[in-house]
């Protein structure tokens, strides 16, 4: 047996990683379709497009993942999901500008701080790039579009079937995961409407830590523990609702959960009559319509949507136990 | 040893000294990492050498610099901040709050500023005071600083802001020469603080303190009271970073910062400064920037997928790191050779 050449290992491991990295950047040869020669044809560069989300590690945005790497494949174009794992809006700022100065034309942005994204998404339309916002807004900004759900509607309608499952009597403990995203107060909003209409008393919003599930269960617990006299339960994030019933059961507590997305697990616990309901915001379509959008603004000059307000909303999805079979179905690709 | 030969010897002595007094510091091996990341980026993508993509690296290194000159100092005297992120996020919100309430721009930056230094005197203070490592208390206050930041600020970031003052906002906003105004201040502050480290008593203090404490205190520096300085200091600039990122964001969140410190200390090693003082150079902690904001613009520049970044990112650290230790052992052959002939 030849004797171990230390540094002969090293050498080529290191020119391996090397090789690997520099492949990572390096084009692919997929089979495209007939139309991107044709766009590239007058064109003359390729269409670059990209989604920066300020959570990437965030559970409910695998399905918008996926919904934006689908349409990227249809098109044939190259699409770029980046962002930051930790909602530091000052890195994805400094990410996002980072595309501005790198070619991208049509950029979708998932922020997390409205008004911090209202200087750099002006420089970026000033640039000629198109802008758009979608799961959350940044309305001051000038982007073109938001593709998300009336989150107020949505959550008035969750909190009224709240309050009916509790008999319209009692109080209610709402969770926020995202405390000052501008999509979580408007959810806020809505459901203090919903179940204030619906004759509960709300105890209190509590904020959760939505990257930790056992930190998220031992918050609920706590809430659960310190309002013995709790009748309902009212999650405003998709991981708070599979916490929550996870708590329910291990409490073996009696108050109805109506929460947020169509996180797997919610979906198992509705089958199995844990929680009794989830609204869900097609997750799938807020990563897919936005770079469908994009392209059609970017490579064949499309006109803007004259939608009020610059708002594409999409379907509030009720799940109950009547309909969750259809949805545990769908839902399937995204369960990892 | 023949009188000739100890002639070559001090030629050589004096060559390899000249040689690197015109590099002008010690971490050749950290420079060789950003070049290397330099040629790299430049051959893998168009894109690269850029104005606007080199000057957007500078850019996303800036509130992270501020708080590495403060910790790569105190690092120097063999004390570490580890606070530095949540005095960050609490100057922020406490600034940004002030303004949100109507207080005049100089009131809200000093009172932004005035925290950053209350906490880094607070951190110093209790370290003096009851006799442990600066480490051990900044672990604490870390989570002190940060659930103030939450409390101020109600949990929520600081939204709705008024318009800011003209001066303010063009601070934040602004660029000369298509660099942004925040990263000119920046590297202002880094040139006066390396002008400090080595051509001051005071930077010759902070290192003595830092290489060896007794003998320093043997000498006559105050030990104790360098390290508190330092601290202040480290403060005052995690209080700048957070004053500047209001300017830059026009809102503040309390959870702003959080991390932080991790990478400020990843830059502050890479670029030279040991772990226990004594040794080190700010231009080196501005290379261990350098190579951090290239690594992340390669990142985005490849379309390397978000959950692939930490990981590329700590493969390529440890490579930087190789190379400055290679280089550090390549130099000290090299003076045993020198020193044998």
């Not at chain 1, 020669?37 to 590690?57: D, E, F």
């Not at chain 2, 009188?3 to 002008?24: D, F």
């Not at chain 2, 290194?61 to 501020?66: A, D, K, P, R, S």
């Not at chain 2, 978000?306 to 290679?326: C, E, N």
Request: glycine content about 12%; overall charge neutral.
């Amino acid at each position: 047996m030849p004797p171990f050449d230390r540094r002969g290992f090293l050498r080529s491991t290191a020119a391996g990683a090397a090789a690997g990295i520099l492949g990572a950047g390096a084009p692919r040869a997929d089979e495209t379709p007939p139309w991107v020669g044709w766009v590239r044809s007058y064109m003359k560069k390729p269409v670059k497009l990209a989604i920066t989300c300020y959570n990437t590690t965030a559970p409910y945005y695998t399905p918008t993942r996926i919904g934006v790497q689908d349409a990227g494949a249809q098109l044939g174009v190259e699409v770029l999901w980046t962002g930051v794992p930790d909602g530091d809006t000052v890195a994805q700022i400094a990410q996002f500008r980072q595309l501005v100065a790198t070619g991208y034309q049509g950029i979708a942005v998932i922020p997390v701080e409205p008004d911090a994204w209202i200087a750099p998404i002006k420089h970026a339309i000033e640039q000629g790039i198109v802008v758009v916002c979608t799961n959350s807004d940044s309305p001051d900004s000038g982007r073109e579009l938001f593709f998300g759900q009336d989150l107020v509607g949505a959550a008035e309608a969750q909190g009224q079937m709240l309050a009916k499952l509790a008999g319209g009597r009692g109080t209610v403990a709402m969770t926020n995961c995202a405390p000052g995203m501008l999509a979580l107060d408007r959810r806020i909003e809505g459901a203090k409407k919903g179940v204030t209409a619906g004759g509960l008393e709300i105890v209190g919003v509590f904020n959760t830590d939505p990257s930790d599930m056992g930190s998220d269960r031992s918050t609920i617990r706590d809430i659960a523990r310190s309002h013995p006299n709790l009748t309902a339960m009212m999650p405003l994030c998709g991981q708070d609702t599979a916490a929550a019933g996870l708590v329910k059961q291990e409490m073996k507590a009696q108050w109805p959960i109506v929460g947020t997305d169509l996180i797997y697990q919610t979906l198992e616990m509705i089958r199995d009559g844990v929680i009794d309901g989830t609204v869900g915001q097609e997750p799938y379509l807020q990563g897919y319509l936005p770079i469908m959008h994009l392209y059609q603004r970017v490579a064949l000059n499309g006109p803007k949507l004259n939608l009020p307000g610059g708002n594409y909303f999409m379907a509030d999805e009720i799940v109950t136990t009547e309909n969750v079979a259809e949805y545990l179905e769908r839902e399937k690709r995204f369960a990892g | 040893m023949t009188a000739p030969a100890e002639r070559a010897g001090e030629e050589a002595g004096r060559e390899s000294s000249r040689w690197r007094s015109c590099l002008a510091f010690e971490e050749r091996g950290i420079a060789a990492a950003v070049m290397l990341f330099f040629v790299v980026g430049a051959a893998s993508s168009p894109y690269f050498l850029t104005i606007d993509n080199l000057t957007g690296i500078l850019q996303s290194l800036t509130f992270l610099g501020f708080l590495a000159i403060g910790v790569g100092l105190t690092l120097m005297a063999g004390e570490i901040d580890i606070s530095v992120g949540s005095i960050f996020g609490l100057v922020a919100v406490v600034t940004a709050l002030l303004l949100h309430r109507g207080a005049p721009l100089w009131l809200a930056i000093a009172g932004g500023l005035g925290t950053g230094v209350g906490c880094g005197f607070v951190n110093g203070a209790v370290a003096e005071l009851i006799r442990v490592p600066a480490v051990v208390v900044t672990l604490a206050t870390l989570g002190v600083y940060r659930a103030l930041a939450l409390v101020v600020a109600g949990g929520s970031p600081v939204r709705g802001m008024p318009p800011l003052p003209g001066f303010f906002d063009a601070f934040g906003q602004g660029t000369m020469g298509g660099v942004s105004v925040i990263t000119l201040l920046f590297l202002v502050m880094a040139l006066l603080a390396e002008l400090v480290v080595r051509r001051t008593a005071f930077g010759f203090r902070v290192l003595a303190v830092g290489s060896n404490p007794l003998a320093a205190h043997l000498v006559g520096f105050r030990v104790g009271r360098t390290r508190l300085l330092l601290l202040v200091f480290c403060g005052f600039m995690a209080a700048l970073s957070g004053v500047c990122s209001v300017a830059y964001l026009h809102t503040a969140g309390p959870t702003a910062g959080t991390g932080y410190e991790l990478s400020v200390l990843a830059a502050v090693i890479i670029g030279g400064v040991r772990l226990t003082g004594g040794r080190g150079s700010i231009l080196g902690i501005l290379l261990g920037l350098a190579v951090i904001g290239i690594i992340q613009n390669l990142i985005v520049l490849w379309g390397i997928p978000p959950t692939w970044t930490q990981g590329v990112s700590g493969m390529v650290l440890i490579a930087s790191m190789a190379l400055t230790w290679l280089s550090r052992r390549e130099e000290s052959t090299s003076a045993d050779r020198v020193r044998g002939s």
